[in-house]
């Protein structure tokens, strides 16, 4: 069974950062597209940033310049270095992998980040 891992989330001041990591249950290379969503209460989950194999990668216009994703392929890790963060990004933090041969989703549990001072 595939599983997917968040961590790093938690409470930090306006301004501050985090890293959120997300660990894969196998190799990246079998995922074509993985990426960062979250879910703030009463909203809709929204990608915050992706990338699929082959170097694409996007962001929601409401974190560029300030979230970065990035992977470490031998740690079968995919991260989202975030800084200069706001009250707004406050939210539950998903990762999804989407299967390179059937096409089918995989979610993590989630991880909180509250951004508050």
């Known amino acids: 069974q595939v599983q997917l891992v968040e961590s790093g989330g938690g409470l930090v001041q306006p301004g501050g950062s985090l890293r959120l990591s997300c660990a894969t249950s196998?190799?990246?290379?079998?995922?074509?597209?993985m990426g960062w969503y979250r879910q703030a209460p009463g909203k809709q989950r929204e990608l915050v940033a992706g990338?699929?194999?082959?170097?694409?990668?996007n962001y929601a216009d409401s974190v560029k310049g300030r979230f970065t994703i990035s992977r470490d392929d031998a740690k079968n890790t995919v991260y989202l270095q975030m800084n200069s963060l706001k009250p707004e990004d406050t939210a539950v933090y998903y990762c999804?992998?989407?299967?390179?041969?059937?096409?089918?989703?995989?979610w993590g549990q989630g991880t909180q980040v509250t951004v508050s001072s």
């Open positions: 999804r992998g989407r299967d390179k041969i059937y096409g089918n989703y995989y």
């Open positions: 196998r190799t990246i290379f079998s995922f074509d597209a």
């Open positions: 990338f699929q194999n082959g170097g694409i990668t």
